[in-house]
Every structure is written in structure tokens, then in C-alpha cells.
């Protein structure tokens, strides 16, 4: 008799949180587990930021999975997920292959949302994944290198718009304004000419934050020359920039070489695609994070939605959430290998949230206190080399881990 299938989608911090734990709590006569994932290399999607600003070299954001599972127990399947046929209880994968399973564990996390702006696909990047980043770190540094090559200069090479002012666009404002001071001392630019652009519509800087926190982060990054449009919409990015407004009538174009999409993620277009019930891509759980819809499929991080009972809101999308996630989908799936149907309920242990403002700065709410300047910083730190603790105990932290404290 064929041994029960587990398959796990996703080597972000969903999956291989589930992976690790799991490999932990059944043996191989039990069942055999298989983990999916797009690259060999699982990378620090909170990190990724700093791989796209280029303070942050991308091989220290990412490591190989093989290095972390247990590969006498977990097949890693290095593949594209296209597909999850649930009637039929298989995935589809880009090489052809079906992969039959008996339970499935969802952890594809997310991509950026639009809004069905126009332009933005076309003319905006975005951080998604370590190519991405590694292609903004690039085109950022092309566009210094070659100004001072072109004839007639063109000050738009010089300009960096970043769409939205929550978590993802203020930590890399934060990096960015460290780093165009660097690339002007390479490339001979006076760095007057440069600009740092965020456009928000919402009307407040990392709305629902602290506010004292939040002013503290609003005056350290204008101090490094950062520009806030604040309660202005991005209406439209095109080839030369894009087109903002607070109104239909005060419309502008900022001419940029570079803009950053930055302001929201829905879930993997896998979700959609496989006929999941679904809010912009992130399917509702039960409180034992399976699918409403299917006793045998867990949904977890990015690609999954909880409501938070207290506000009546969902949870934001976060790697903290994704990880505890992970944590209780391997108890969860351990218990229904065993024969056990009384599943335990998901409920987030949030510690606190830390937003960094480049390398040496910070703010964060942790365990209630507010925290600033170097100690969020530190703590910042601490959080980094955590995930890697929990997924690959000390060595992996001792290789990939931060260790610059001031
Ligand atoms: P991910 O970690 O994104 O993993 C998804 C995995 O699935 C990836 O390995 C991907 O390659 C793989 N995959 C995707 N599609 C396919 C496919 N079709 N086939 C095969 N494999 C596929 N959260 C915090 O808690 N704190 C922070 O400070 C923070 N900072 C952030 C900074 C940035 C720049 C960004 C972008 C996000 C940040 N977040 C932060 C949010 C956090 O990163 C996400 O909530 C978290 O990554 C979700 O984990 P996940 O496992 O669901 O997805």
C-alpha cells in the first residue's frame, strides 16, 4: 500500500517552517512528504529591500533549501506550480509532472498588488522575488553610472519614486536614502541633484502605526532627503514617470527613471487560477488553517486569510504570522496522519512589529514599547536572525545572520 503523500508548496517562510517541523514529528514509514518550490534557494522575502536598494548583497538574502530539510525524509521537488487540481488531489507542475497527494499544505505566498493602476506593469518595478530585487539594484546603479556619460543630462536618472508608505516602501526609503549618497561618491554626482520620491494616497505614513513612531520615521528619512507626497495617488506610471495627483485637478508628472511599486500584495495566482473561494487572492481558513472547502488542504501565510475577531480585519500579510502558521500546520497534519480529527486553532502570538529606516535606524512596537533610533535597530536584528534560528538553528544564523549592530 502506497504511504500517505504530504506536499507542500512554497519554500517561503510558510512552507519550510511546516517542512522543518514536520520532518520532525513523523518518520518515513508514516508518510512521505515533498516540498515544491520555484528556486533550490529559499530567500528572506524582509530582506529583499535591501537586496533592491544594494545595501545588501543578494546571496546573503537567500540559502539553499537541501541545506535546511532533513533529506533522508523530504523530497525537494524544485519546480513551477501551475496548477492544483482538487478534485482530482494533484498539483501540476511546469515540467509536465502531476504530483498525486493525500494532503496538501498551500504556501505561495504573494505578489504585488496594482490596483489596476495602468502603466504599473509595463513601467514600475517591483520587489518580488531575488531576481526582481537584483534587477532594481541593477537598473539604479545603470542609471548613476551613465549620467554623467550622457551629453545632455537627464536629472530623471536621478530620480527615485517609491508608491506607497507602509512596511515594504518606507524600509526601502529607508535603505535607499543610505545608498544614493554611496552612488554619488561613485559616480561622481552632486547629490543635490538627486531626488527620493514617496507617493502615498492613504493620509498618513504607515497608516494604523503609532503616530509618535511614525513622525519620528517621517522626520529621520526627510532628514536624508526623502520627499513625501502624502494623500496623493499614483494615477499612472509611463515610460518617462509617473502621474500623481491629490484630485482630478492637481495632476502632475514626476519624471523618474525609476519607480517602485510598492503599496500591497495579493495573493499567488495559483489560488485563483485552482478555483479556490477567494478574496484578492488569499482564501479564508478554517481556525485549523484548512480550506473551508477542503479537508485535506491547509493554507497558510500570504496566500491565506484570517480575520482578526478583535477589529473584524484581516491579520497583514507577515512573515511572523506565515512562520507560527507553519508551526501548527505541521502539529496539524501530524495529528490527522495519527488518526487524530481534533485539530488545534490557529492563534497569532504577535510579539510586536519593528520597521527599519536603512541599516542603523529603526522604529518598532515591541511587547507593547515603543522603540527607536538604535535599539529598534538591534532589535530589528534580532528579528532577522530569529526566522533563520527557526528554520536552521544556529549554523544557519551564524553563516546568513546580522551581526552590525551600530
Ligand atoms: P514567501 O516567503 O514569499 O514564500 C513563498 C515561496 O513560494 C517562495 O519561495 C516562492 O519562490 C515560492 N513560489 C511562489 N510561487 C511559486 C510557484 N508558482 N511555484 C513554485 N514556487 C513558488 N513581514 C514581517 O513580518 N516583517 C517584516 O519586516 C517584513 N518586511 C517585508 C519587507 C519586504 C520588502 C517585503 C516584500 C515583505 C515584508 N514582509 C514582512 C512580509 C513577509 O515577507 C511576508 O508576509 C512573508 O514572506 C509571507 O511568507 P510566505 O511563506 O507566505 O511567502
Redesign the pocket.
Known amino acids: 500500500m502506497r504511504k500517505p503523500r504530504i506536499v507542500v508548496?512554497?519554500?517561503?517562510?510558510?512552507?519550510l517552517m511546516t517542512v522543518t517541523r514536520l520532518q520532525k514529528q513523523i518518520s518515513t514509514s508514516e508518510a512521505e512528504i515533498v516540498l515544491?518550490?520555484?528556486?533550490d534557494y529559499?530567500?528572506e522575502?524582509?530582506?529583499?529591500?535591501e537586496a533592491?536598494a544594494g545595501t545588501l548583497h543578494h546571496d546573503r538574502v537567500r540559502y539553499q533549501v537541501r541545506d535546511v530539510i532533513d533529506n533522508n525524509k523530504v523530497k525537494f521537488v524544485q519546480?513551477?506550480?501551475?496548477d492544483i487540481k482538487r478534485e482530482e488531489k494533484k498539483v501540476l507542475l511546469?515540467s509536465g509532472e502531476e504530483l498525486e497527494y493525500d494532503y496538501l499544505v498551500v504556501?505561495?505566498?504573494?505578489i504585488p498588488e496594482t490596483f489596476g493602476i495602468p502603466g504599473l506593469h509595463e513601467h514600475a518595478f517591483m520587489?518580488k522575488?531575488i531576481n526582481s530585487s537584483r534587477q532594481i539594484r541593477e537598473h539604479i546603479e545603470y542609471a548613476f553610472a551613465s549620467y554623467n556619460m550622457d551629453e545632455v543630462k537627464d536629472d530623471s536618472k536621478l530620480t527615485i519614486v517609491v508608491g506607497g508608505a507602509g512596511?515594504?516602501g518606507i524600509?526601502?526609503l529607508g535603505e535607499l536614502a543610505n545608498r544614493v549618497p554611496e552612488l554619488c561618491r561613485e559616480y561622481d554626482i552632486d547629490y543635490k541633484k538627486t531626488r527620493l520620491i514617496c507617493v502615498e494616497a492613504a493620509p498618513m505614513v504607515l497608516p494604523g502605526f503609532d503616530e509618535e513612531l511614525v513622525k519620528y520615521a517621517v522626520a529621520q528619512l526627510e532628514k536624508k532627503g526623502v520627499e513625501f507626497r502624502i494623500g496623493t495617488a499614483v494615477k499612472e506610471a509611463t515610460e518617462t514617470g509617473v502621474i500623481v495627483g491629490k484630485g482630478e485637478d492637481e495632476v502632475e508628472e514626476i519624471k523618474s527613471a525609476t519607480v517602485i511599486w510598492?503599496a500591497g500584495v495579493r495573493g499567488?495566482p495559483?489560488i485563483e487560477k485552482a478555483g479556490f473561494e477567494n478574496m484578492r487572492g488569499r482564501v479564508k481558513v478554517r481556525p485549523d488553517l484548512r480550506s473551508i472547502e477542503h479537508d485535506e488542504v491547509f493554507i497558510?501565510?500570504?496566500?491565506s486569510l484570517m480575520i482578526n475577531e478583535e477589529v473584524n480585519r484581516p491579520y497583514p500579510?507577515?512573515?511572523?504570522?506565515?512562520m507560527q502558521q507553519?508551526e501548527l500546520t505541521a502539529k496539524n497534519v501530524a495529528a490527522l496522519l495519527k488518526g487524530n480529527n481534533d485539530l488545534a486553532s490557529f492563534t497569532p502570538d504577535l510579539k510586536g512589529?519593528?520597521?527599519?529606516l536603512g541599516e542603523d535606524d529603526a522604529i518598532g512596537l515591541v511587547f507593547g514599547k515603543k522603540l527607536y533610533g538604535t535599539s529598534a535597530s538591534f532589535m530589528?536584528k534580532m528579528?532577522d536572525n530569529r526566522a533563520l534560528f527557526m528554520v536552521g538553528g544556529p549554523g544557519l544564523v551564524f553563516k546568513k545572520g546580522k551581526f552590525k549592530f551600530m
Open positions: 508548496l512554497g519554500a517561503g517562510y510558510a512552507g515544491v518550490n520555484r528556486d529559499h530567500y522575502t524582509t530582506w529583499l529591500h533592491s519546480d513551477t506550480v501551475e511546469g504556501g505561495l505566498g504573494a520587489i522575488n512596511f515594504t524600509e526601502l510598492a499567488n495559483v497558510i501565510g500570504d496566500s500579510p507577515t512573515a511572523q504570522i506565515a507553519g512589529t519593528v520597521c527599519s530589528k528579528v
